[in-house]
């Protein structure tokens, strides 16, 4: 069983910066990829930012990158999600997610990861 903790959302104006924590438990921390993906109401889940670490893959959303890094620190089993210049449009609730044996282009879908954060709140004012 593998269990993720989120943290660091909050409210922050436009032009400003956030970075998202992840803190990851029981899985073997080397084998898995791990990703970032974001909701608003009513629609449906959206992939910010992936990793698959052993290979050295990292995928970024069209609408994140250059803006946004994924990364680990695999000493302390933590995941994060730097994000600067924000937008509005960057409002959602942030979701950490593990998978295992993912390839690289498997990346952006949410159904290959089994194990899920409860999510934190990103509110970016204009």
């Known amino acids: 069983q593998v269990l993720l903790q989120e943290s660091g959302g909050g409210l922050v104006q436009a032009g400003g910066s956030l970075r998202l924590s992840c803190a990851v438990s029981g899985g073997t921390f080397g084998t898995v990829s791990n990703a970032w993906f974001r909701q608003t109401p009513g629609k449906e889940r959206q992939f910010v930012a992936g990793?698959?670490?052993?290979?050295?893959?990292?995928r970024y959303a069209d609408s994140v990158k250059g803006r946004f890094t994924i990364s680990r620190d695999s000493a302390k089993n933590m995941v994060y999600l730097q994000m600067n210049s924000l937008k509005p449009e960057d409002t959602a609730v942030y979701y950490c997610?593990?998978?295992?044996?993912?390839?690289?282009?498997?990346?952006?879908?949410?159904?290959?990861?089994?194990?899920w954060g409860q999510g934190t709140h990103v509110t970016v004012s204009s």
């Open positions: 990793a698959r670490w052993s290979g050295g893959n990292i």
């Open positions: 997610a593990t998978g295992f044996n993912l390839r690289s282009p498997e990346l952006v879908n949410a159904g290959r990861y089994n194990y």
